[in-house]
């Protein structure tokens, strides 16, 4: 199975500032890398797809990049809505697989 | 609006089964397919089966491989995960979700609420 070592596991950063996030897969995966945002209790919700595309109704200053083996998703001015875990998964091919999550403290 | 309404979850004692369901609606469910994944206490998001929108397909992590069934009913917009000989380390919030691809497979685009599964003697 296709590992997603996903990085930092945890940040605290502050309204206004810019962040990155890092998925690194054990394999090529070409672009089959989406984001996940998941407030405590709730589902996960879909930021990102196919690496770079946002989401219908995710706010811009969301975006993805990456390609083969290493992917990011950036927030680039952070609200204090934004607290959350965020987590990558692989969608090439099976069994999906997500990584570990970073937890976002504003 | 899209809607995926998980049911079936509750305490069961290991080694046990136990179905859950998935009710839709809001979106054209035979041409989607649909996904379980669950997430333990305090942790990550694991992926655990998937089904093709027409049903021939099935895909399961290694972990749940010989154990999980997943399966849907298209004529009554139902998905299913059927599990057997539960183990303690199962218990988990288990979600059902949809797919954004049509007639194919892709990424999770919507997902439920979500159903607690705990094991537990």
């Known amino acids: 199975a296709i590992q997603m070592t996903q990085s930092p596991s945890s940040l605290s950063a502050s309204v206004g500032d810019r962040v990155t996030i890092t998925c690194r897969a054990s394999q090529e995966i070409s672009d089959d890398v989406a984001w996940y945002q998941q407030e405590p209790g709730k589902a996960p919700k879909l930021l990102i797809y196919a690496v770079s595309n946002l989401q219908t109704g995710v706010p811009s200053r969301f975006s993805g990049s990456g390609s083969g083996t290493v992917f990011t998703l950036t927030i680039s001015s952070l609200q204090p809505e934004d607290s959350a875990t965020y987590s990558c998964?692989?969608?090439?091919?099976?069994?999906?697989?997500f990584g570990q999550g970073t937890k976002l403290e504003i | 609006q899209v809607q995926l309404v998980e049911s079936g979850g509750g305490v069961v004692q290991p080694g046990r089964s136990l179905r859950l369901s998935c009710a839709a609606s809001g979106f054209t469910f035979s041409i989607h397919a649909l996904h379980w994944v669950r997430q333990a206490p305090g942790k990550g998001l694991e992926w655990v089966a998937v089904?093709?929108?027409?049903?021939?397909?099935?895909?399961?992590a290694d972990s749940v491989k010989g154990r999980f069934t997943i399966s849907r009913d298209n004529s009554r917009n139902i998905l299913y995960l059927e599990i057997n000989s539960l183990r303690p380390d199962e218990t988990a919030v288990y979600y059902c979700a949809k797919d954004r691809v049509t007639f194919g497979v892709g990424e999770i685009d919507f997902w439920g609420q979500g159903t607690p599964v705990t094991v537990s003697s």
């Open positions: 998964l692989q969608d090439n091919s099976y069994p999906y697989t």
């Open positions: 089904i093709s929108f027409d049903g021939t397909k099935r895909y399961y």
